[in-house]
């Protein structure tokens, strides 16, 4: 693995932050662009139906990053040789957790989106708003807070 990450580091590298920005920039966009600007739609089955259909694509591209983040920070975890160097082995650990907490939230995020879409698909516009209010409130910024040190963490291993 060694080798094959010292060939290609640079694009693994690339690929890495790339889909990391996606993940987290597409919660930030969504969190303080997109869901403050829902208030100018007065009609709550219009608002909600805009919802599902920008957390659909997200999730579509989301989970893809996730994928890609995953097998990238695999790939150097295991090019880098990290367990060699005390501290570097301390902060990929750290940022690994960071990670897997992340994809968690993720999932709770998506469990309570395919609620909320399969109870608007039903007419329960009521239920489906509140399967979707602690997304916004809680779930998202969580993982943009996490998202963030995680990638000051890759800044600081890229000081080693």
């Not at 990929?92 to 109870?119: D, E, L, N, P």
């Not at 916004?136 to 943009?144: E, G, M, R, T, V």
């Not at 963490?153 to 890229?158: Q, Y």
Request: a positive charge; one cysteine or more; glycine letters at 8%.
């Amino acid at each position: 693995m060694s080798a094959f990450f010292a060939e290609y580091a640079r694009i693994i590298l690339f690929v890495h932050v790339l889909f990391a920005v996606v993940w987290i920039g597409g919660m930030i966009a969504i969190r303080f662009a997109l869901h403050p600007s829902l208030g100018v739609i007065d009609e709550s089955s219009k608002r909600l139906e805009l919802v599902i259909a920008v957390l659909n694509r997200f999730f579509l591209m989301v989970s893809t990053a996730i994928v890609f983040v995953g097998i990238t920070g695999i790939i150097m975890m295991l090019g880098i040789g990290f367990k060699s160097v005390p501290n570097l082995y301390v902060v990929v650990h750290i940022k690994t957790q960071i990670w897997m907490v992340m994809a968690i939230v993720y999932g709770v995020i998506y469990y309570r989106f395919t609620k909320a879409k399969s109870c608007f698909m039903q007419g329960d516009n009521e239920n489906a708003a509140k399967y979707l209010a602690p997304l916004a409130k809680f779930l998202i910024p969580i993982n943009i807070f996490l998202g963030l040190v995680a990638i000051m963490l890759g800044v600081v291993l890229r000081g080693y």
